[in-house]
Every structure is written in structure tokens, then in C-alpha cells.
């Protein structure tokens, strides 16, 4: 069971009562001070009032006013809450304007009520982070673009909104997408962006019928790829293996090692002469 500060408040937003009630039963079994709203009138009332939520967990079809534009004027609080997003809509649409209002998780409908507190809890210990806003390039579906800040928690804001986008895929090709895609975006926020948040990494996502294509346009010094494979490999003063374990340990990424193992996953990966772009390339059947 996960466990709370004292005093931190999680308001629930949705018009499913039976749902509501449920998260609120497991929410404050774990600890958390709890209140709900059924619709989005209601939930920028307990914004406006009182002590402000921690999180707000927060459906998106809502009668009258939807929770995506609960999430804008939300945004505009002296202090927002951080914004778990929970629906059943899986359209590439409402994604988007979701990675626009900067929420933090996105939770499709149906999933196990047993698992909120973990999120909840997850989320609190990216709250800082929250606070650093993604930017929105492109937002169609078949090619969204992202400016995001050099930091490990938006890094994982970013991949786990960007793997919502890819549905109809099969199992094994999601997952070696997805691997292959948080490998160089950690990559390229750590190596390339020293885990600066006033450094920024772009990130293109374009979808057509028979491929995949991401681009991540590293925002340091250089992102050299054969050159943190030899470091890996070649370590004179440790054996590679326990490198990538301490470093993962630390929260960093293992480096060369998962790179090597990246090329494996995808079609093509293609780097510029500056090291400082990279693409991968998963062809569709």
C-alpha cells in the first residue's frame, strides 16, 4: 500500500458515482485527503476554495463543461494541481489537447481501480516537474511535435503520452517501439541535455500507412552514439553490465549498452554527422 504526506488532497472528478467513490474509498485508505466533484462546474468550485488540490484526477467527458476545458482554466490557478487525465475517448484528438492542457498522466478507461494509488503517488514525486510545460509544435495525429525541458520526469510525461498514441499496433512491434523511444529520449535528455531543464529537446512522431518514423533533436554538445557503445563495452574500471545497473541505480539511464540493444529493436536508426539528431525508423506490415 502507498503512502501519503500529511495533509495532501486529491480531488476526484467524475460523473460515474459508483467510480468516484470507489477512488475515494482506496485514496483515503492509502492516506490522502479526498474530494470529489461530478461535473466540471463543480470540480473549479473546490479549486477556487479553500486549500488547493495536490491532484486532481479528472475524466474527460463530463456533462456540460468536459474536463479538457476544466484542465485549461485549471492551468491559469495560482497553483494547479497536477492532472491525471481519465477516460474512455482514445482518440488521437483528445490525447493531444490533453498533452496541450500539460496533464500530467493520461489513464484510459476501463482500468483497475486498485491502481490509482500507485499513480497518485508517482505523480506527486514528479510534481516539481510538473510545473515544466511541455510545448506543442504540431498536433495533428500522424505528426506530433514536441519542445520539451531536459528532465527525466517530463521525459516520462512525454513517452508514456506519446505511446498512447500508437493504437492498432501489435504487441511485440509497440513494445520494441516504445523501448527503442524512451531509450534515445532518455539518452538524449541526459547525455545531450546534462538533465538541465533550461535545455530543451525536440521531438517529432510522424505515423504513416506501412511506417513509424520519431525524431529526437538532442539539445547538447553532442549525442554520439558509437561513442557511449564503446564506453560501455570498453569500460577499463568496471565490467558493462554492473555500469549499466549502477547507473540505472541512480536514475540515469544505462547508456551505450541500451543503445546497442536499441539498434536491434527498430528498422533503421540514423544519426546526423553532428551527433546531435537521431531517428528511428519501424516499418508496418
Request: hydrophobic share 45%.
Amino acid at each position: 500500500m502507498s503512502s501519503s504526506a500529511p495533509g495532501t488532497r486529491v480531488l476526484i472528478v467524475d460523473d460515474d458515482r459508483v467510480l468516484r467513490h470507489a477512488l475515494a474509498s482506496l485514496l483515503h485508505a492509502a492516506g490522502y485527503e479526498v474530494e470529489q466533484a461530478s461535473d466540471g462546474v463543480e470540480a473549479l468550485q473546490h479549486l477556487l476554495r479553500g486549500k488547493p488540490a495536490d491532484v486532481m484526477l479528472l475524466d474527460v467527458n463530463l456533462p456540460g463543461m468536459s474536463g479538457l476545458e476544466v484542465l485549461e482554466q485549471a492551468r491559469g490557478l495560482a497553483a494547479p494541481p497536477s492532472v491525471v487525465m481519465m477516460t474512455a475517448d482514445d482518440t488521437p484528438q483528445t490525447l493531444v489537447r490533453a498533452i496541450e492542457g500539460q496533464a500530467c498522466r493520461y489513464l484510459r478507461k476501463p482500468f483497475a481501480p486498485a491502481q490509482i494509488a500507485g499513480v497518485v503517488e508517482e505523480v506527486l514525486a514528479a510534481a516539481p516537474a510538473s510545473a515544466l510545460a511541455i510545448e506543442v509544435v504540431s498536433a495533428r495525429p500522424e505528426w506530433l511535435e514536441l519542445i520539451a525541458p531536459c528532465s527525466l520526469a517530463v521525459a516520462e510525461r512525454v513517452q508514456g503520452f506519446v505511446m498512447q498514441l500508437e493504437t492498432g499496433l501489435s504487441p511485440d512491434v509497440r513494445e520494441s517501439v516504445a523501448s527503442a523511444f524512451r531509450e534515445l529520449l532518455f539518452n538524449a535528455v541526459e547525455w545531450g541535455g546534462k538533465l538541465n531543464p533550461t535545455h530543451k529537446v525536440r521531438i517529432s512522431c510522424l505515423r504513416a500507412k506501412r511506417m513509424l518514423l520519431y525524431r529526437i533533436a538532442d539539445p547538447g554538445e553532442g549525442f554520439d552514439i558509437e561513442a557511449l557503445q564503446h564506453a560501455a563495452v570498453n569500460n577499463p574500471d568496471d565490467d558493462p553490465l554492473r555500469h549499466a545497473v549502477v547507473r540505472e541505480e541512480q536514475g540515469l539511464r544505462p547508456g551505450g549498452l541500451g543503445l546497442a540493444i536499441t539498434r536491434s529493436l527498430v528498422d533503421e536508426l540514423i544519426y546526423n554527422e553532428a551527433r546531435n539528431e537521431v531517428v528511428f525508423v519501424k516499418y508496418l506490415d
